[in-house]
């Protein structure tokens, strides 16, 4: 952001965009975060229609979701070099033109691996996207008009997880799962033709910079391994499988040199130094606790309902999508209290408050009825913000006004890599324990005596059979997910409290985060 906001001094595209282009303009760009960002949910409640299509696991399923946050996260800390080295808007151009072409083949995937693969280009294209949209919007609006641009980025980045369900669960029922990235092509081909027709006159100038490779193929290598490890875990036996043991022996060695080489090289990848200041270091890891539990639960929702309570895509998309609306309306308030009073006192109140929500999920039952299943959906989109903001500007405004980009882009990056193993964490608990729960309700039925009263009832023996067996699976997977929600409702608590070990922020931070 600093290269950029340099160049704006002798550059002044607002100069040369004005009324209707730059209105067009702004659309253009809040259009192109908007496809992105609806993209890290579409595809949630469109898991169960995938994973039948492909015949795989629910589990396997789930890679669908944790690759594409995965790429996305590796690539979010390279947006300063790529936009220093090619210019913002090239790099802008490219991703938009990598992000549709990998959508295109994504709708065309006839396998798992295939999908995932495509979906990884989707992320390492897409990355880049959402803190370059940021940065073109404070280019091509003057300084005053700073805080207007910035409204309609949230709005875009907020809008996008609310409409995401509906429109993944419309597409799925309605058509089929392909078109979840079909969609993404019109928009794709209109945002690429109106960036490159109104912001080249936003364009920066670009440097050499060198790129710290060896860092690079360190962070890809250990959180690649991580990934795999997490993901093939639970069907692979875990530690008894030698091929988990080489993945974390790889993501833990990988891990330390990682830190060894960017805390001794002159210009990394990651500036890790940033974790010397006290309150980056604690927002960070509240955020990240916090956005792992929440992505886990907004992935798992989904699936259950749909697998359990026989709910379409488009019905699980509409509740998932409540939450949208308490965002929707706190985002601006929390804003306006962020300024006037101690964000750890609103993250922790929004992380307790979140903690509480969960708990009440705890609670479900296989036959609970659409608003006791949207209750805890529309309280978390209030939470959401109260935890969100504060802890995104305590984090920022504990650091040196020339570590700004350095620490948005780590923060984001954590925060993307935190939701990826809060969701492989979420499904591997999940599948787990409804196993558990499954052999303890099959000891423990009398089943001889359901089956004598079914057959009484009119049953032939293969449904009687048929049915005690449905039964259990679907109790045993309810309260698997009561399970995973009870984990998370204590994570919540446990980010709600580590807040405080941040001192009081000094400062507050002037103006927006440049990623």
Request: overall charge neutral.
């Amino acid at each position: 952001m600093t290269a950029q906001s340099q160049a704006s001094s002798t550059k002044t595209p607002f100069a040369e965009l004005s009324g209707g282009r730059l209105l067009l303009a702004a659309f253009v760009i809040a259009l192109s975060n908007f496809m992105v960002v609806l993209d890290t949910t579409i595809a949630n409640v469109s898991v169960p229609h995938i994973t039948g299509n492909l015949a795989v696991s629910a589990s396997q399923g789930t890679w669908v979701v944790t690759s594409y946050a995965v790429a996305e996260a590796i690539c979010v800390p390279l947006t300063g070099w790529l936009a220093s080295r090619f210019g913002t808007v090239r790099v802008f151009v490219m991703g938009l033109i990598g992000f549709t072409v990998f959508s295109f083949l994504c709708g065309l995937s006839t396998s798992l691996e295939m999908l995932v693969l495509c979906r990884i280009g989707q992320g390492l294209s897409g990355g880049p996207l959402m803190p370059l949209s940021q940065t073109l919007l404070m280019r091509i609006f003057p300084q005053e008009k700073h805080s207007q641009a910035m409204g309609l980025w949230a709005m875009t980045t907020v809008l996008g997880p609310i409409l995401g369900p509906i429109l993944g669960g419309l597409i799925s029922d309605n058509l089929s799962w392909h078109w979840i990235f079909f969609i993404n092509i019109p928009v794709g081909i209109i945002c690429v033709l109106g960036t490159i027709r109104l912001l080249s006159v936003a364009e920066t100038e670009t440097i050499r910079v060198r790129i710290d490779a060896i860092g690079l193929f360190l962070l890809v290598l250990w959180i690649g391994a991580l990934q795999l490890m997490l993901d093939l875990g639970h069907e692979r036996d875990w530690f008894n499988s030698s091929i988990i043991v080489l993945f974390a022996v790889i993501a833990v060695l990988g891990f330390i040199v990682f830190l060894i080489w960017e805390m001794t090289d002159r210009l990394p990848v990651v500036n890790l130094w940033v974790f010397r200041h006290r309150g980056f270091t604690v927002s960070v890891l509240a955020l990240s606790f916090g956005f792992g539990a929440f992505f886990g639960s907004i992935v798992l929702i989904p699936q259950w309902l749909q697998m359990n309570l026989n709910y379409t895509a488009t019905w699980a998309g509409y509740l998932t999508a409540t939450m949208g609306f308490g965002s929707l309306m706190m985002s601006p308030v929390v804003a306006k209290l962020a300024a006037k009073y101690d964000p750890r006192a609103l993250a922790s109140f929004g992380l307790l408050l979140l903690g509480g929500v969960t708990l009440m999920r705890a609670f479900w039952t296989s036959d609970a009825d659409f608003m006791t299943l949207a209750w805890p959906q529309i309280l978390q989109g209030f939470a959401v913000p109260f935890f969100f903001i504060p802890l995104s500007n305590l984090a920022l405004s504990s650091v040196q006004p020339q570590e700004l980009a350095s620490a948005a882009g780590l923060m984001n990056f954590l925060r993307t890599m935190a939701g990826a193993i809060g969701a492989s964490i979420a499904v591997t608990i999940w599948d787990d324990h409804a196993k558990v729960a499954r052999s303890e309700m099959v000891s423990n039925l009398h089943s001889d005596d359901v089956y004598n009263t079914l057959i009484q009832s009119g049953f032939s023996s293969d449904t009687a059979l048929g049915t005690i067996s449905n039964l259990v699976d679907k109790e045993s997977i309810t309260m698997s997910s009561d399970h995973v929600f009870l984990i998370f409702s204590l994570v919540f608590v446990f980010a709600g409290l580590i807040i405080w070990l941040s001192p009081k922020p000094k400062q507050q931070l002037k103006g927006p985060a440049p990623h």
